[in-house]
Every structure is written in structure tokens, then in C-alpha cells.
């Protein structure tokens, strides 16, 4: 802005006939460029403004003995630097400069009162009054319209981040409470149970037929436990972190069959059958870990809400653009009441067939999952006939619009 202000004083003054200002400001604008060169691309930010605003007060000085004094334009343009100064000067200098600034004008004016002489009379009558007079207030009053507004929408933009961060914090907060109180509550139970299962193992009195129904219980209990805290610790180490997922293309098939085949003796410990359908050659663009989670999650869900000699079927195909993986179950459905709530942390605990009691945390990671790889999650459902959930995710590499911060 002092550029384009010292530039255009030069033609300006010329046809004034304020000649020797003119010259001035041609100094004053090739020094400004030179210190714009210097803080723009040599770091010296610091250096240069403070140059800047030296040198400014320095040729206001003097060019006030130049431009007609008291009757000159100079006193506005006093009134421009100092509002120019505040907008780039540190805050610990803002005292400092607008000391330096009323010095200066004062100064300039107690000296012309004494020495009147000094002062020279350049202009050739009241039209060139005017014009100089209503040249500079123009230039102060855009100026300062500028700067203003650019001040304020700053202003109201950080505001508004301010205001989104403090929302997304209590949020997070309200997310945390949330998960403790249902992990305080919920994790009692099952550390019960087990302690109970435990002690009737131990006892010598329990029938051998017992005792295996005893340890399947016991194994069913810290299986879902496990899984609990499992979810719970990725869940947690993601929002510590916040970084943004390594996605990269990957075999479907060769990505989820570990954690199929590691779920399978659950499955059938409740006699649930598994039929899988996933062509080795479907490819998609995905983060491994983070799918294995999602695939965990929704598969023990499927086992959970499915009862004893159901079935579950997993299928993974693919086209040129995406590829759709889905879970299918012959379990009880979801019921309607909670159906749009149900990738949410406001789902609650749930009970499986056979009274397995979860966080209601899976379904959450697997939304959060699915949307930091670029896809799509969504089920059907029909109550006592089954659910099937549905995750579409890209073959090639897509940035969402928008998409700036990390996961």
C-alpha cells in the first residue's frame, strides 16, 4: 500500500508543482520496493519495518518544511503513516511509533510557529490547495477503508475458526465422557463374569460337562472383551494423533482373509456357517489396518446378532471405479428405532443372541474408517431376517474436495 501510495504522489505532485515532493516520493517508492524485496524473499521482515517506518517519520519531517507546512497535506499523511504503522508493527512497538509519530507532528508545527521562515510556501493558489488537500484525504479515507476491512474480516475468520475449534473440542469432549461412562460401566461385567467363571472352574465340585460349558463362556467373555478394548485403543490413538491415513492399492482378498480366518472359530462356536465370495482380483485403494478393523468389526457384529445355525455371507467384487465389499447376515435385524443412530457413539450397549454385550463403539470406527479411505458405508435391514452391510471403496486414488485436515 505505501508503494502504490508513494507512486501515484509522484505524477500527483508534479502537476501540483510540488516538484521537490515529488522527488521525494520517487526516493521514498524506489526505497519501499527494494525493502519490499528484502522482507519478501530475504526473511528480514523485522529489519525492514522497522527501516520503513524510520525512515518514513524522517522524510515526513522533512518534507513538511517542503510542502507548505501547516497549510500542506502533510499533517493528513501524518495521520495515514500512523494508521499503516499499527497495521505491521509488532505490538510491543505499537506505543513507540505513535510517540514517534505525535513528536514528529508536533514538532514540525511548534517549529514552523517559531520559524515561520522555514517553512516553504509552494503552492501558486487555493485551486492547488485543493487539490493536494483533497487528494490526500481521498488516499486516507480508501486507505483506511482497506486496511479496516481487511482487519475485520481477519478478524471474523479467526473468529470463526476459533469458534469451530472450540465446537470440535467440545464435541471431542462430550465423545470422551461418553465412552468413559459406558467403559466404567461396561467393563465391570464382563471382569465380573469372568472372575465368577474363574472361581467355578477352580471349584472341584463342577461336573466335567459343566466345566466345558464353564470355559466355553469364559472364552466367549474375553473374546468380546478383548474386542472391546481393542476398538477402544485404535479409537483412542486415532483422535491422539489425528493423522491422516497411508492408503495405497491393495488385494481385497489378500487384505481381509486373515481377519475372516481369525474369526471363524467364533463363528463356530455358535455353529454359524461362513460362506465367503471374494475375487482375489479385486483391487482397491485402501489403508490395510484401518480395513481390517472395519471387516473385524462387522463380521463379530454379524456372529453377535446372528443365533446359533445361522449363516453369514461375505462378498468382495469390484468394477472399474469401485469396489463394493458387503456382510450379510441371517441374524435379527436392526431395530427401527435405532437404525439412524447406529454409526454414532449414541447407540449404547448392545446384546448379541446369546447375551455377548458390546460398547457400541465397532460401528463407529467403521464410518470414521470408511470416510478417511475416500468410501461409502451403508446396510439393509429387515428385523428378524437379517442385515447386510455394504462398503464401497475406490479402485483409484481420490482426494476428497475439501479434504485438508488430517484423520
Not at 515529488?22 to 528480514?44: D, E, P, Q, W
Not at 487528494?135 to 486507505?143: A, E, F, P
Not at 467355578?200 to 466345566?211: C, F, N, V, Y
Not at 482378498?253 to 456357517?273: G, H, M, S, Y
Request: proline share 3%; charged share 20%; hydrophobic share 45%.
Amino acid at each position: 500500500m505505501g508503494i502504490i501510495i508513494c507512486a501515484y504522489n509522484i505524477p500527483f505532485n508534479f502537476y501540483v508543482g510540488l516538484h521537490f515532493t515529488a522527488y521525494v516520493f520517487t526516493g521514498i517508492t524506489l526505497l519501499l520496493l527494494f525493502l519490499y524485496y528484502l522482507s519478501r524473499f530475504r526473511g528480514m521482515y523485522r529489519y525492514t519495518v522497522t527501516i520503513v517506518s524510520v525512515l518514513s517519520i524522517g522524510l515526513f519531517i522533512w518534507n513538511y518544511f517542503y510542502s507548505d507546512g501547516v497549510r500542506g497535506a502533510s499533517l493528513l499523511s501524518y495521520t495515514l503513516l500512523l494508521f499503516l504503522l499499527m497495521i505491521v508493527a509488532s505490538k510491543k512497538h505499537y506505543f513507540l511509533w505513535f510517540l514517534l509519530v505525535m513528536a514528529a507532528v508536533w514538532g514540525n508545527m511548534l517549529y514552523e510557529l517559531y520559524h515561520p521562515d522555514a517553512v516553504r510556501q509552494t503552492y501558486d493558489g487555493l485551486r492547488s490547495i485543493i487539490i493536494d488537500q483533497g487528494s490526500t484525504v481521498t488516499i486516507c479515507l480508501i486507505v483506511i477503508f482497506i486496511g479496516l476491512y481487511y482487519l475485520k474480516e481477519a478478524y471474523y475468520r479467526e473468529k470463526q475458526k476459533a469458534t469451530e475449534k472450540t465446537e470440535a473440542l467440545e464435541e471431542l469432549d462430550r465423545e470422551k465422557n461418553k465412552l468413559f461412562s459406558i467403559l466404567s460401566h461396561d467393563l465391570r461385567s464382563p471382569l465380573h463374569s469372568i472372575s465368577a467363571y474363574l472361581e467355578m472352574i477352580q471349584s472341584e465340585q463342577l461336573p466335567d460337562d459343566e466345566r466345558g460349558i464353564v470355559e466355553r463362556m469364559l472364552s466367549t467373555t474375553v473374546h468380546n472383551t478383548q474386542e472391546m478394548l481393542s476398538n477402544i485403543l485404535v479409537w483412542s490413538k486415532d483422535q491422539l494423533h489425528k493423522r491422516r491415513p497411508e492408503i495405497c492399492r491393495e488385494s481385497i482378498a489378500a487384505v481381509i482373509q486373515p481377519t475372516i480366518i481369525l474369526l471363524e472359530p467364533e463363528a463356530l462356536r455358535k455353529n454359524i456357517r461362513v460362506f465367503k465370495s471374494i475375487d482375489p482380483a479385486v483391487m482397491a485403494m485402501v489403508n490395510a489396518a484401518m480395513l481390517q478393523v472395519i471387516v473385524r468389526n462387522l463380521i463379530g457384529n454379524a456372529i453377535k446378532f446372528t443365533d446359533p445355525g445361522g449363516s453369514i455371507y461375505i462378498t468382495a467384487a469390484g468394477d472399474a471405479t469401485h469396489m463394493i465389499l458387503t456382510v450379510k447376515d441371517s441374524g435379527k435385524g436392526i431395530e427401527a428405532h435405532i437404525r439412524d443412530r447406529i454409526f454414532s457413539l449414541n447407540i449404547g450397549s448392545t446384546y448379541g443372541t446369546m447375551n455377548e454385550k458390546g460398547v457400541g463403539l465397532g460401528l463407529y470406527l467403521c464410518k470414521e474408517y470408511t470416510l478417511a479411505q475416500n468410501g461409502e458405508i451403508w446396510f439393509e435391514t429387515e428385523e428378524k431376517r437379517g442385515t447386510t452391510f455394504f462398503v464401497q471403496l475406490p479402485v483409484r486414488q481420490t482426494i476428497p474436495e475439501g479434504t485438508t485436515d488430517a484423520f
